[in-house]
């Protein structure tokens, strides 16, 4: 995907050799910021998939290695954390293979692999460990992800809201550090234009809880009422639906690459062949940061993350990156 030129100059026992790399990358670049292995599936992996197969440059950061999630493969069990606590490396494979059926080929780790661990459910022992990502310096963190915006300059940014979407304090510091460095970003001039959180409409919840309310693989079993779960935006607070139903199977896939936290017999599975491709394919966003673009509908909704931005004019950001070793 990207162009890569170097320059090599004089080497052998002369001057120090000076090598200058440009990358060039596409015109549209979309960055996500995600808690743990899995997330950047579930989550968004339709809308990654639609990207990365659109000439859009994707960039996934994933904030810890999920070390402390649960393990659904009997074989593997003895890797988790309070016996070898090799689940993390394990995770890292997992999410090698899910983004591979993404289709996306720029994943990092938010300060490298293994700065940050997962912080477990809220109020767990976990939270306190010295490196869990709950603990983290939050300017320390934020200028990692800065650094990454300095080298891609994404126009738009994806990640979740104040309450991490459902709570878990991993997703609720990724939300903190990455409108942070937006912050930082700012500064100098290289804020992403955009900044969407993660969401799920209520008429889509309502849906759901209807469908299932007969079946016995009820994901909303025991809700009697939507306020009961931490999630769901009114309708006319979304700012964007993108409708990627054609990459829906690129996210199944993506999802069952991470076979230690999704059961092959998941809910996950069966309600979208219940729901069909459009319950994989369509995300859902609020626009945090920046200008909505034109949109359809009752609430006006974006069917595209980028609407309203001029990419590829003159004045566009610039694309190029020239560093030095
Ligand atoms: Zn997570």
């Known amino acids: ?26 015109d549209r670049r979309l960055l996500l910021v995600h808690a743990h292995p899995d997330d950047e599936s579930i989550g968004t992996g339709s809308t990654m998939a639609h990207y990365a197969a659109t000439g859009v440059h994707v960039t996934l950061v994933t904030c810890t290695l999920g070390e402390e999630g649960e393990i659904h493969v009997p074989a593997l069990a003895q890797l988790a954390a309070a016996e070898a606590d090799q ?54 963190a934020a200028g990692h992800l800065v650094e990454i915006m300095r080298e891609v300059r994404p126009q738009v ?14 997703h ?22 955009k900044v969407y959180w993660t969401a799920m409409p209520r008429s889509v919840l309502e849906a759901g809880l209807t469908h299932f309310a007969e079946s016995s693989d009820n994901p909303f079993a025991g809700i009697e009422d939507l306020s009961e779960l931490p999630f769901g935006s ?43 491709a459009e319950f994989m394919g369509v995300e859902y966003f609020t ?25 590829d004019g003159p004045d566009r950001a610039p694309v190029a990156v020239a560093g030095q070793r």
């Open 287 to 311: 626009l945090a940061m920046g200008e909505k673009g034109p949109g359809a509908g009752p609430y006006g909704w974006e069917d595209d993350l980028f609407a309203g931005l001029r990419v």
């Open 87 to 140: 689940l993390g490396g394990y995770r890292m494979g997992e999410l090698a293979a899910a983004c591979a059926a993404l289709g996306v080929t720029d994943h990092r780790f938010l300060g490298g692999a293994g700065r940050y661990r997962d912080s477990g459910m809220m109020g767990l022992s976990t939270n306190e460990h010295p490196r869990a990502f709950w603990q983290a310096d939050l300017d320390e």
């Open 1 to 26: 995907m990207a162009d890569l030129r170097g320059r090599v100059g004089a080497g052998g026992y002369g001057p120090p050799v000076r090598v200058t790399i440009v990358t060039t990358l596409p």
């Open 234 to 276: 009114p309708d006319e607070e979304i700012a964007a639906r993108i409708d990627a139903t054609e990459q829906h199977a690129a996210k199944e896939g993506a999802m069952r690459a991470h076979a230690t936290q999704i059961p092959a017999t998941s809910w996950l599975y069966s309600i979208a062949g219940n729901f069909g």
């Open 172 to 193: 609720i510091q990724a939300h903190r550090v990455a409108m942070r460095a937006v912050e930082l970003a700012a500064t100098e001039g290289i804020a992403p234009a």
């Open 157 to 170: 940014l994806i990640t979740y809201d104040d309450n991490g979407f459902y709570g878990h304090p991993d």
